[in-house]
T-cell receptor, first 114, second 112 residues
């Protein structure tokens, strides 16, 4: 069964460093998302991406965040200068078409900023 | 504004007892509805979903959920809980094929 793959599963980084979280969406999907879950809190929407551009972003997704689809398979989330409060589980998701409401989630990357 | 409410933060049930986790959403139209389960440190596993049709949907691991339009609810049920069901459960809704809105989650504890 096709699945969304995220790497790494866990990353520890020092405050102020840049991190790139990687995702391989399901191959024929067209819509891509990043969500975040701070420990003990609910899952929050960060950004959606379609046709090589951001289609929607939340207020959390400020200038320190960026997304990219560098090739035909990867979808990345970059945090330019990490802060302690960026520590969270980050989930990537992908969706097939405009008429398919279901998105498939990856297993997440746990980011710890120290 | 769209929102999802899971009024129970923690629930404890005895193994073998029945379970119902509540979920309410606020929106005029019928959204697409989902339940996910998350074990500690793990990702989100889809339990079941409702798009249209029969308002009682069956999912994996013996779970079911019933959509009640009049109550804007999509409660998750299981007739007999197993110790392995201890986890956190998230209700989520999607409007207009767009992003997910998640509830704040219900942590389920199962007593032996």
């Amino acid at each position: 069964e096709p699945e969304v793959t995220q790497t790494p599963s866990h990353q520890v980084t020092q405050m102020g460093q840049e991190v790139i979280l990687r995702c391989v969406p399901i191959s024929n999907h067209l819509y891509f998302y990043w969500y975040r879950q701070i420990l003990g809190q609910k899952v929050e929407f960060l950004v959606s991406f379609y046709n090589n551009e951001i289609s929607e972003k939340s207020e959390i997704f400020d200038d320190q965040f960026s997304v990219e689809r560098p090739d035909g398979s990867n979808f990345t989330l970059k945090i330019r200068s990490t802060k302690l409060e960026d520590s969270a589980m980050y989930f990537c998701a992908s969706r097939a078409t405009g008429t398919a409401p279901e998105a498939f989630f990856g297993q997440g990357t746990r980011l710890t900023v120290v | 504004a769209q929102s999802v409410t899971q009024p129970d933060i923690h629930i404890t049930v005895s193994e073998g007892a029945s379970l119902e986790l509540r979920c309410n959403y606020s929106y005029g139209a019928t959204p697409y509805l989902f339940w996910y389960v998350q074990s500690p440190g793990q990702g989100l596993q889809l339990l079941l979903k409702y798009f249209s049709g029969d308002t009682l949907v069956q999912g994996i691991k013996g779970f079911e959920a019933e959509f009640k339009r009049s109550q804007s609810s999509f409660n998750l049920r299981k007739p007999s809980v197993h110790w392995s069901d201890a986890a956190e459960y998230f209700c989520a809704v999607v409007y207009n094929f767009n992003k997910f809105y998640f509830g704040s989650g219900t942590k389920l504890n199962v007593k032996p």
